[in-house]
């Protein structure tokens, strides 16, 4: 069965640096998203992205991060800047498009620790 | 502003039928309701989705009355190993901004 995969599945890094967190969607998914969950709290939306645009993007979204599909395969999120409180488990998700194939579905996660 | 709120936990004993209820006020018109379910340290793993009316698979029935604004999980028959976070995921309307629920933490007992 097709699954996303995530990597790394722990990234530990100091406050200011740069992370770069990689997800593989399913291969013939064309919608990919990122979440993130900090400890004990309820999964939260970051980003959507198809077409290699971003769709949408929340309130927690700002400018430190960013997206990109850089080759046919995989979809990164960026985090310029780490803050403390981006420590929290970052989830990729992918779809596909169509009435009854829109169903999410997510890797395993990356735990992201800054120090 | 949109609120996707479920019970916070809830207890049940092997082999009873357990529902979960999501309220959803602001849902997308023309989107679907998913609900999954999440193991410690693990993503989100996808146990149902429908639209409207009632949906059923092999691990668990879904109930969307015509309003759209709740919907209810049903586990018929629960097992220790059903114990996990159960959440639903909803759009909000006229985005492709997508909301979880709180989450409600099902303990089941033997």
């Known amino acids: 069965e097709p699954e996303v995969t995530q990597t790394p599945s722990h990234q530990v890094t100091q406050m200011g640096q740069e992370v770069i967190l990689r997800c593989v969607p399913i291969?013939?998914?064309?919608?990919f998203y990122w979440y993130r969950q900090i400890l004990g709290q309820k999964v939260e939306f970051l980003v959507s992205?198809?077409?290699?645009?971003?769709?949408?993007k929340s309130e927690i979204f700002d400018d430190q991060f960013s997206v990109e599909r850089p080759d046919g395969s995989n979809f990164t999120l960026k985090i310029r800047s780490t803050k403390l409180e981006d420590s929290a488990m970052y989830f990729c998700?992918?779809?596909?498009?169509?009435?009854?194939?829109?169903?999410?579905?997510f890797g395993p996660g990356t735990r992201l620790t800054v120090l | 502003l949109a609120k996707t709120t479920q019970p916070i936990s809830m207890d049940s004993y092997e082999g009873q039928e357990v529902n979960i209820t999501c309220s959803h006020n602001?849902?997308?018109?023309?989107?679907?309701i998913t609900w999954y379910q999440q193991f410690p340290s693990q993503g989100p793993r996808f146990i149902i989705q429908?639209?409207?009316t009632k949906v059923t698979n092999e691990v668990a029935s879904l109930f969307i009355p015509a309003d759209r604004k709740s919907s209810t999980l049903s586990l018929p028959r629960v097992s220790l190993s059903d114990t996990a976070v159960y959440y639903c995921?909803?759009?909000?309307?006229?985005?492709?901004?997508?909301?979880f629920g709180t989450g409600t933490r099902l303990k089941v007992l033997a």
């Open positions: 995921l909803v759009a909000l309307s006229g985005t492709y901004k997508y909301i």
């Open positions: 429908g639209y409207k």
């Open positions: 998700a992918s779809s596909a498009p169509g009435l009854r194939e829109d169903t999410q579905y």
């Open positions: 992205f198809y077409n290699n645009e971003i769709s949408e």
């Open positions: 602001n849902i997308a018109t023309n989107d679907y």
């Open positions: 291969s013939n998914h064309l919608y």
